[in-house]
């Protein structure tokens, strides 16, 4: 099962067009947030990073068989998520088998997405990526680590991993918001620099799917 998962991933990351994706979870929780923030980054990674990602994501369910054939997955919210038995069974399977997912909370899922993650990891911790994690180092370097784009409670901006045979395949984003920072400028009305520092750090993630 893994070697087919791994075969599919690398056949979709080869194509000619790339395509990602984002989660749709249940629980309650806005899993739709954020709408413009996927494909303006899609438009920022194909214009400086040489990326050929398809315009518009697609959405996939966690149970759905879809799920495996997307290299990097998107999940992005402020409430609360549930993931059934047959979400975890195949979001451990697409993790461990290739894929990536990214968990950006928007503010408000930490206490609800830190349990569903042990659901499918029980084994392992999320442990925090140190800023000279190769994930912060190119294309666009990072040296103090993840970006804080968005003040909330005057926490600092935290990444944090779920790392199979040294390989990290989950990436928790914590009073960041890069996904605000990806928005179109009206949303949130940020300064253009801080929008360049959201979108550059999100090229870092697409760089580090496709070429770890």
């Not at 993790?95 to 503010?107: A, C, E, R, S, Y």
Request: with cysteine.
């Amino acid at each position: 099962m893994k070697k087919i998962l791994y075969l599919l991933l690398l056949v979709s990351v080869s194509s000619f067009s790339q395509e990602i994706a984002l989660l749709k979870y249940s629980g309650g929780g806005d899993w739709y947030a954020n709408p413009t923030s996927l494909p303006n980054l899609i438009q920022f990674c194909n214009a400086n990073i040489n990326t050929r990602i398809k315009a518009k994501p697609s959405t996939v369910e966690p149970s759905n068989p879809d799920l495996l054939s997307y290299p990097f997955v998107h999940m992005t919210g402020h409430g609360n998520v549930v993931f059934s038995d047959s979400d975890v069974s195949n979001l451990r399977n697409y993790l461990t088998g290739g894929g990536f997912l990214h968990i950006d909370d928007n503010f408000g899922m930490d206490q609800y997405i830190r349990k569903e993650i042990k659901k499918i990891f029980p084994n392992n911790n999320l442990i925090e990526l140190p800023a000279n994690h190769p994930i912060f180092q190119k294309p666009f370097p990072f040296p103090n680590g993840l970006p804080k784009i968005h003040e909330h409670d005057g926490t600092r901006a935290q990444a944090f991993g779920i790392f199979i045979d040294n390989k990290l395949v989950l990436l928790y984003t914590y009073e960041c918001d890069l996904g605000d920072g990806w928005e179109d400028p009206e949303v949130h009305n940020d300064p253009a620099a801080v929008r360049d520092k959201a979108l550059k750090m999100g090229a870092n993630i697409i760089n580090y799917i496709f070429t770890n």
